[in-house]
């Protein structure tokens, strides 16, 4: 039996610091609820470590938060993690900077979620990096919208990937630019499809473009219509081709025209006809004559007739003669006879018979005028559109 056992709460909150330093384990152990809540401040700060070490649950929530705030940097690292966990939410809250700091990426991982949802500001932004990746994915997950725009750029950066990836959607569509501006290439791909759709148009167009690349083919079926269309056109150009083949036909159809500009030959040969026919017919005019000829030929059977009679003449001048043996015969009958007159005068012996009998009288008089079907001679004029 320990003397404290027999003592009031006034005789405890008698006691001299020195008395308080010398008291042994078995002392602590016997406190009472109301003993521990009689403590003054200069007794607290007298408790040894050891002392600190073997309170009870009930013990430690019997501090009062006054009391909590003076615990020293040392005392506050001497707590257990049943005892960290057992702090109230009160208690966490009353924790300075300095205490926050001290805590020990045990005891951090400790912390129950609804008191890291109690965390302010300040005592979140003063987590070093090392603390804040000693966070489980629960206690990530808990974090509040505005607990997460009030991460560093740094913190926001120095979280782990499965870190990331446990951030609530709504945390993500929180995240400032700036935040998103940090994200690292194997941050973005951990970003799961749900935190995807939930990144703010302003946020996609922030994200860099060697960090977008690492984005998973998932993430970027996720994309929606509206965050593809915020993609900077030097974020696009960095499309791997197979991120460019995960595109969805919506989504393709949704591409500016600068967009579309600006896509690599490789990129463009990477779409599926799937995403050619979706290609609307001021995004086939926007092509360059370059990219033009670089598309394949089961593209080029694929563009829509509309698309076909859509290409400026310089386009159509553009026409490889393997691209103008894969048109089909409606195509070849969408071309307009501007188009039909300005034809490579090599390329078009590329055309098939079947194409040569699906000529139009425009058509084949165009040709014939411009001396395509007769001498071979260059010919034709263009258009402006």
Do not use: C, Y
Not at 96 to 104: E, S
Not at 248 to 274: M, P
Not at 296 to 305: E, L, S, W, Y
């Amino acid at each position: 039996m320990s003397i404290i056992d027999s003592m009031t709460t006034s005789q405890i909150a008698s006691l001299s610091t020195a008395a308080i330093a010398r008291l042994a384990t078995a002392d602590w152990a016997a406190f009472s609820s109301d003993q521990i809540a009689a403590l003054t401040t200069s007794q607290v700060r007298a408790i040894e470590t050891a002392d600190l070490a073997i309170l009870n649950s009930e013990q430690i929530q019997s501090f009062q938060t006054d009391l909590i705030r003076l615990l020293t940097s040392t005392q506050i690292r001497a707590l257990t993690t049943d005892s960290v966990a057992a702090l109230t939410t009160e208690q966490v809250q009353a924790l300075t900077t300095t205490q926050v700091i001290a805590l020990t990426t045990n005891q951090v991982a400790a912390i129950e979620t609804d008191d890291i949802q109690a965390l302010s500001s300040d005592q979140l932004r003063s987590l070093t990096n090392t603390q804040l990746r000693a966070l489980v994915t629960d206690q990530i997950g808990s974090l509040l919208t505005a607990q997460v725009q009030s991460l560093t750029t740094a913190q926001v950066a120095g979280l782990t990937t499965t870190q990331v990836a446990a951030v609530s959607t709504d945390g993500v569509a929180a995240l400032t630019t700036s935040q998103v501006r940090v994200l690292g290439s194997s941050q973005v791909a951990a970003l799961t499809t749900d935190q995807v759709q939930a990144l703010e148009t302003a946020d996609v167009a922030a994200i860099s473009t060697a960090s977008l690349n690492g984005l998973t083919t998932s993430g970027v079926q996720a994309l929606t219509t509206d965050q593809v269309a915020a993609l900077t056109t030097s974020q696009l150009s960095r499309f791997s081709t197979a991120q460019v083949q995960a595109m969805e036909t919506e989504d393709v159809a949704a591409l500016t025209t600068s967009q579309v500009t600006n896509l690599a030959s490789s990129q463009l040969r990477a779409l599926s006809t799937d995403q050619i026919e979706s290609l609307g017919t001021d995004q086939i005019q926007a092509l360059s004559t370059r990219q033009v000829s670089s598309l394949t030929t089961t593209q080029v059977a694929a563009i829509q007739t509309e698309d076909i009679q859509a290409l400026t003449t310089a386009q159509a001048r553009s026409l490889t003669s393997a691209q103008l043996a894969a048109l089909q015969t409606d195509q070849v009958q969408a071309l307009e006879t501007e188009d039909a007159a300005a034809l490579n005068v090599v390329s078009i012996k590329g055309l098939t018979t079947d194409g040569i009998q699906a000529l139009t009288t425009s058509q084949a008089q165009a040709l014939t005028s411009a001396d395509h079907l007769a001498d071979h001679h260059p010919g034709g004029r263009d258009r402006d559109r």
